[in-house]
Protein backbone atom coordinates (compact mmCIF):
# COMPACT_ATOMS: atom_id res chain seq x y z
CA UNK A 1 0.00 0.00 0.00
CA UNK A 2 1.37 3.18 -0.99
CA UNK A 3 2.49 5.62 1.75
CA UNK A 4 1.69 9.48 1.82
CA UNK A 5 2.72 12.12 3.16
CA UNK A 6 0.96 15.43 5.13
CA UNK A 7 1.33 17.06 2.19
CA UNK A 8 0.16 14.84 -0.23
CA UNK A 9 -3.05 14.15 1.44
CA UNK A 10 -5.09 16.24 -1.66
CA UNK A 11 -3.29 13.57 -4.08
CA UNK A 12 -4.63 10.38 -1.75
CA UNK A 13 -7.42 11.42 -1.55
CA UNK A 14 -8.08 12.07 -5.86
CA UNK A 15 -6.50 8.69 -6.54
CA UNK A 16 -9.32 7.13 -3.89
CA UNK A 17 -12.04 8.35 -5.86
CA UNK A 18 -10.19 7.41 -9.07
CA UNK A 19 -9.90 3.90 -7.42
CA UNK A 20 -13.75 4.05 -6.61
CA UNK A 21 -14.65 5.17 -10.28
CA UNK A 22 -12.82 2.93 -11.81
CA UNK A 23 -14.99 -0.22 -9.52
CA UNK A 24 -18.31 1.44 -10.65
CA UNK A 25 -17.00 1.59 -14.46
CA UNK A 26 -17.44 5.00 -14.41
CA UNK A 27 -14.84 5.58 -16.99
CA UNK A 28 -16.52 9.75 -17.67
CA UNK A 29 -15.73 9.99 -13.74
CA UNK A 30 -11.94 8.17 -14.29
CA UNK A 31 -10.94 10.66 -17.34
CA UNK A 32 -12.13 13.90 -15.13
CA UNK A 33 -10.24 13.22 -12.26
CA UNK A 34 -6.99 11.85 -13.77
CA UNK A 35 -7.13 15.76 -14.90
CA UNK A 36 -7.67 17.16 -11.62
CA UNK A 37 -4.80 14.89 -10.50
CA UNK A 38 -2.02 16.01 -13.22
CA UNK A 39 -3.95 19.67 -11.78
CA UNK A 40 -2.98 18.54 -8.34
CA UNK A 41 0.65 16.93 -8.44
CA UNK A 42 1.82 19.81 -10.43
CA UNK A 43 0.74 22.25 -7.79
CA UNK A 44 1.47 20.11 -4.80
CA UNK A 45 5.11 19.27 -6.24
CA UNK A 46 5.65 22.81 -7.69
CA UNK A 47 5.72 24.81 -4.26
CA UNK A 48 8.14 21.88 -2.30
CA UNK A 49 10.08 23.95 1.01
CA UNK A 50 13.27 22.09 1.21
CA UNK A 51 12.18 20.21 4.49
CA UNK A 52 9.17 18.29 2.43
CA UNK A 53 12.03 17.83 -0.08
CA UNK A 54 14.02 16.27 2.77
CA UNK A 55 10.75 13.80 3.02
CA UNK A 56 10.51 12.91 0.06
CA UNK A 57 14.22 12.14 -0.38
CA UNK A 58 13.69 9.68 3.37
CA UNK A 59 10.30 8.66 1.88
CA UNK A 60 10.13 4.44 2.68
CA UNK A 61 8.50 3.59 -0.88
CA UNK A 62 11.47 5.59 -2.76
CA UNK A 63 13.76 3.43 -4.62
CA UNK A 64 17.18 1.83 -3.28
CA UNK A 65 20.47 1.45 -5.37
CA UNK A 66 19.08 -2.24 -5.56
CA UNK A 67 16.32 -1.55 -7.18
CA UNK A 68 18.06 0.56 -9.59
CA UNK A 69 20.93 -1.99 -9.95
CA UNK A 70 18.25 -4.39 -10.98
CA UNK A 71 16.32 -1.89 -13.35
CA UNK A 72 19.77 -1.26 -15.12
CA UNK A 73 21.88 -4.10 -15.49
CA UNK A 74 21.47 -6.86 -17.30
CA UNK A 75 23.94 -9.98 -17.11
CA UNK A 76 24.58 -8.69 -13.58
CA UNK A 77 27.13 -10.42 -10.66
CA UNK A 78 27.32 -9.20 -7.17
CA UNK A 79 31.34 -8.45 -5.99
CA UNK A 80 31.76 -9.14 -2.40
CA UNK A 81 33.95 -8.26 0.59
CA UNK A 82 37.28 -5.72 1.07
CA UNK A 83 39.68 -8.50 1.25
CA UNK A 84 40.65 -7.14 4.72
CA UNK A 85 37.59 -7.94 7.47
CA UNK A 86 34.33 -8.82 5.97
CA UNK A 87 31.56 -8.39 3.64
CA UNK A 88 29.77 -5.08 4.27
CA UNK A 89 26.28 -5.32 3.33
CA UNK A 90 25.43 -1.71 2.85
CA UNK A 91 27.49 -1.40 0.32
CA UNK A 92 26.43 -3.23 -2.77
CA UNK A 93 28.92 -3.71 -6.13
CA UNK A 94 27.60 -5.03 -9.02
CA UNK A 95 29.32 -5.42 -12.83
CA UNK A 96 27.12 -5.85 -15.47
CA UNK A 97 25.84 -4.61 -19.11
CA UNK A 98 23.60 -1.29 -19.61
CA UNK A 99 22.51 -2.66 -23.29
CA UNK A 100 25.97 -3.50 -24.85
CA UNK A 101 28.11 -1.21 -22.27
CA UNK A 102 29.64 -3.11 -19.81
CA UNK A 103 29.87 -0.92 -16.27
CA UNK A 104 30.50 -1.25 -12.76
CA UNK A 105 27.69 -0.18 -9.91
CA UNK A 106 28.97 0.83 -6.22
CA UNK A 107 25.62 1.75 -4.07
CA UNK A 108 24.84 2.69 -0.91
CA UNK A 109 21.85 0.32 0.26
CA UNK A 110 19.50 1.08 3.07
CA UNK A 111 17.38 -2.07 3.48
CA UNK A 112 13.33 -2.43 3.87
CA UNK A 113 11.84 -3.92 6.70
CA UNK A 114 13.48 -4.30 10.34
CA UNK A 115 15.88 -7.46 9.49
CA UNK A 116 16.36 -5.75 6.22
CA UNK A 117 17.18 -2.27 7.59
CA UNK A 118 19.20 -4.12 9.90
CA UNK A 119 21.28 -6.65 7.39
CA UNK A 120 21.98 -3.35 5.28
CA UNK A 121 23.07 -1.35 8.96
CA UNK A 122 20.66 1.29 8.02
CA UNK A 123 22.67 2.44 5.28
CA UNK A 124 25.52 3.57 7.22
CA UNK A 125 28.76 1.87 6.13
CA UNK A 126 31.55 0.73 8.10
CA UNK A 127 35.13 1.02 6.89
CA UNK A 128 35.15 -2.43 5.05
CA UNK A 129 32.19 -1.08 3.01
CA UNK A 130 34.21 1.61 2.00
CA UNK A 131 36.94 -0.20 1.33
CA UNK A 132 35.25 -2.82 -0.80
CA UNK A 133 33.93 -0.03 -2.51
CA UNK A 134 37.35 1.29 -3.43
CA UNK A 135 38.40 -2.23 -4.15
CA UNK A 136 36.12 -2.69 -7.06
CA UNK A 137 36.55 1.06 -8.10
CA UNK A 138 39.91 -0.05 -8.93
CA UNK A 139 38.90 -2.85 -10.86
CA UNK A 140 36.89 -1.07 -12.69
CA UNK A 141 40.30 1.26 -13.65
CA UNK A 142 42.01 -1.56 -14.44
CA UNK A 143 39.39 -3.26 -17.20
CA UNK A 144 38.51 0.79 -18.47
CA UNK A 145 35.07 0.32 -17.02
CA UNK A 146 32.72 2.97 -16.62
CA UNK A 147 31.73 3.33 -13.37
CA UNK A 148 28.56 4.81 -11.41
CA UNK A 149 27.99 5.26 -8.03
CA UNK A 150 24.97 5.61 -5.92
CA UNK A 151 24.70 7.74 -2.96
CA UNK A 152 21.36 7.03 -0.09
CA UNK A 153 23.26 7.28 3.26
CA UNK A 154 22.18 8.99 6.65
CA UNK A 155 25.78 8.81 7.28
CA UNK A 156 29.13 6.96 7.73
CA UNK A 157 28.56 4.36 10.40
CA UNK A 158 30.29 5.96 14.04
CA UNK A 159 30.47 2.73 16.11
CA UNK A 160 32.85 1.67 17.96
CA UNK A 161 33.96 -1.25 15.93
CA UNK A 162 33.87 1.21 12.96
CA UNK A 163 36.28 3.94 14.57
CA UNK A 164 38.51 0.82 15.79
CA UNK A 165 39.09 -0.30 12.59
CA UNK A 166 39.42 3.83 11.27
CA UNK A 167 36.56 4.82 9.23
CA UNK A 168 38.03 8.46 8.58
CA UNK A 169 41.24 7.27 7.42
CA UNK A 170 38.74 4.75 4.55
CA UNK A 171 36.76 7.86 3.90
CA UNK A 172 39.92 9.76 3.08
CA UNK A 173 41.45 6.89 1.21
CA UNK A 174 38.67 7.34 -0.97
CA UNK A 175 38.59 10.88 -1.36
CA UNK A 176 41.92 10.44 -2.79
CA UNK A 177 41.71 7.46 -4.86
CA UNK A 178 38.75 8.67 -6.36
CA UNK A 179 40.38 11.67 -7.35
CA UNK A 180 42.52 9.98 -9.77
CA UNK A 181 41.55 7.05 -10.52
CA UNK A 182 41.86 7.19 -14.42
CA UNK A 183 38.46 5.54 -15.32
CA UNK A 184 35.01 6.92 -16.49
CA UNK A 185 33.28 7.72 -13.31
CA UNK A 186 29.93 8.98 -12.50
CA UNK A 187 27.95 9.78 -8.54
CA UNK A 188 24.70 10.28 -8.42
CA UNK A 189 22.83 11.03 -4.92
CA UNK A 190 19.32 9.30 -5.26
CA UNK A 191 17.81 9.74 -1.94
CA UNK A 192 19.69 11.14 1.23
CA UNK A 193 23.51 12.36 0.99
CA UNK A 194 24.85 12.38 4.70
CA UNK A 195 28.14 13.68 5.00
CA UNK A 196 31.72 11.89 4.60
CA UNK A 197 29.39 8.93 4.16
CA UNK A 198 28.30 10.33 0.85
CA UNK A 199 31.69 11.76 -0.27
CA UNK A 200 33.30 8.06 0.13
CA UNK A 201 31.76 7.62 -2.94
CA UNK A 202 30.88 10.99 -4.25
CA UNK A 203 34.36 11.80 -6.06
CA UNK A 204 33.53 11.65 -9.77
CA UNK A 205 34.21 13.27 -13.10
CA UNK A 206 30.47 14.05 -12.56
CA UNK A 207 28.18 14.54 -9.43
CA UNK A 208 24.45 14.15 -10.14
CA UNK A 209 21.42 14.69 -7.74
CA UNK A 210 17.52 13.23 -8.44
CA UNK A 211 15.33 15.91 -8.29
CA UNK A 212 13.98 15.54 -4.84
CA UNK A 213 17.17 14.22 -3.24
CA UNK A 214 19.20 16.61 -0.69
CA UNK A 215 23.22 16.64 0.36
CA UNK A 216 24.48 17.48 3.59
CA UNK A 217 27.24 17.83 5.92
CA UNK A 218 24.81 16.65 8.71
CA UNK A 219 21.21 15.78 9.31
CA UNK A 220 18.93 18.95 9.96
CA UNK A 221 18.03 16.57 13.42
CA UNK A 222 21.91 16.82 14.32
CA UNK A 223 22.17 20.28 12.83
CA UNK A 224 19.17 21.25 15.46
CA UNK A 225 20.50 19.50 18.42
CA UNK A 226 23.72 20.89 18.56
CA UNK A 227 22.86 24.42 17.19
CA UNK A 228 19.83 25.14 19.05
CA UNK A 229 18.88 21.44 21.72
CA UNK A 230 15.71 21.85 20.24
CA UNK A 231 14.17 19.18 17.62
CA UNK A 232 11.74 21.46 16.64
CA UNK A 233 14.37 23.09 14.69
CA UNK A 234 14.62 20.67 12.32
CA UNK A 235 12.63 22.59 9.40
CA UNK A 236 14.71 25.91 9.93
CA UNK A 237 18.10 23.97 9.95
CA UNK A 238 16.76 22.38 6.69
CA UNK A 239 16.24 25.05 5.25
CA UNK A 240 19.63 26.88 6.16
CA UNK A 241 21.80 23.79 5.41
CA UNK A 242 21.01 24.33 1.73
CA UNK A 243 20.84 20.75 1.07
CA UNK A 244 18.11 20.81 -2.03
CA UNK A 245 19.25 19.98 -5.47
CA UNK A 246 18.32 23.29 -6.36
CA UNK A 247 20.72 24.44 -3.59
CA UNK A 248 23.12 22.89 -4.06
CA UNK A 249 22.99 23.46 -8.27
CA UNK A 250 22.99 27.53 -7.84
CA UNK A 251 26.29 27.10 -5.03
CA UNK A 252 28.31 24.83 -8.04
CA UNK A 253 28.29 22.28 -6.19
CA UNK A 254 26.76 19.93 -7.94
CA UNK A 255 26.96 19.16 -11.60
CA UNK A 256 23.52 18.53 -13.03
CA UNK A 257 19.94 17.88 -11.33
CA UNK A 258 18.20 14.69 -12.83
CA UNK A 259 14.87 15.06 -13.43
CA UNK A 260 12.79 12.20 -11.89
CA UNK A 261 9.65 12.34 -12.09
CA UNK A 262 7.35 15.24 -11.01
CA UNK A 263 5.80 13.18 -8.17
CA UNK A 264 8.59 11.86 -7.07
CA UNK A 265 10.69 8.27 -7.48
CA UNK A 266 8.41 6.63 -5.08
CA UNK A 267 5.54 6.65 -7.17
CA UNK A 268 7.32 6.21 -10.48
CA UNK A 269 10.03 3.94 -10.18
CA UNK A 270 10.60 3.35 -13.90
CA UNK A 271 10.53 6.45 -14.60
CA UNK A 272 13.74 7.52 -11.72
CA UNK A 273 14.91 4.35 -12.94
CA UNK A 274 14.99 5.34 -16.82
CA UNK A 275 16.32 9.20 -15.91
CA UNK A 276 18.91 7.77 -14.25
CA UNK A 277 20.25 5.42 -17.28
CA UNK A 278 19.47 8.03 -19.13
CA UNK A 279 21.63 10.52 -17.67
CA UNK A 280 24.55 8.11 -17.11
CA UNK A 281 24.79 6.82 -20.36
CA UNK A 282 25.17 10.22 -22.04
CA UNK A 283 27.76 11.47 -19.59
CA UNK A 284 29.91 8.27 -20.43
CA UNK A 285 29.56 9.38 -24.16
CA UNK A 286 30.55 12.77 -23.47
CA UNK A 287 33.50 11.75 -21.13
CA UNK A 288 34.67 9.18 -23.76
CA UNK A 289 35.28 12.25 -26.15
CA UNK A 290 37.90 13.29 -23.77
CA UNK A 291 41.21 12.14 -23.35
CA UNK A 292 42.68 10.32 -19.87
CA UNK A 293 44.89 13.88 -19.38
CA UNK A 294 41.48 15.71 -19.67
CA UNK A 295 39.27 14.20 -18.24
CA UNK A 296 41.60 14.14 -15.31
CA UNK A 297 42.35 17.75 -15.45
CA UNK A 298 38.43 18.57 -15.46
CA UNK A 299 38.08 16.24 -12.32
CA UNK A 300 40.41 18.37 -10.51
CA UNK A 301 39.82 21.77 -11.47
CA UNK A 302 35.88 20.94 -10.53
CA UNK A 303 36.97 19.32 -7.15
CA UNK A 304 39.46 22.15 -6.37
CA UNK A 305 36.75 25.29 -7.56
CA UNK A 306 34.38 23.90 -4.72
CA UNK A 307 34.08 26.46 -1.82
CA UNK A 308 33.05 30.22 -2.38
CA UNK A 309 32.81 33.00 0.29
CA UNK A 310 31.90 37.07 0.41
CA UNK A 311 32.63 39.41 2.36
Known amino acids: MATYLDFEQKICQIQEEIIAAEIRYDHHAVNIL ?27 DRPYAIDYINFLLDKKYELHGDRHFR ?34 NFGMPNPEGYRKALRVAKMAEKFKIPLLMLIDTPGAYPGLGAEERN ?19 VSIVIGEGGSGGALAIGVADKLAMMRYSVFS ?25 KITSADLK ?18 DKAGAGE ?32 GRYSE
Not at 96 to 120: A, S, W
Not at 278 to 304: C, H, P, V, W
Open 250 to 267: SLDLIDDIIPEPLIGAHR
Open 34 to 60: KIDLEKEVAKTYANLSPYQELQLARHQ
Open 275 to 306: AIKTYFMAQIGALRKLSDEERLEKRYNRLTAV
Open 87 to 120: DDLSIVCYIGYIGEERVMIIGEQKGRGTKNKLKR
Open 167 to 185: QSEAIARNLLELSNLNTIT
Open 217 to 241: VISPEGCSAILWNDPTKVEAATKAL
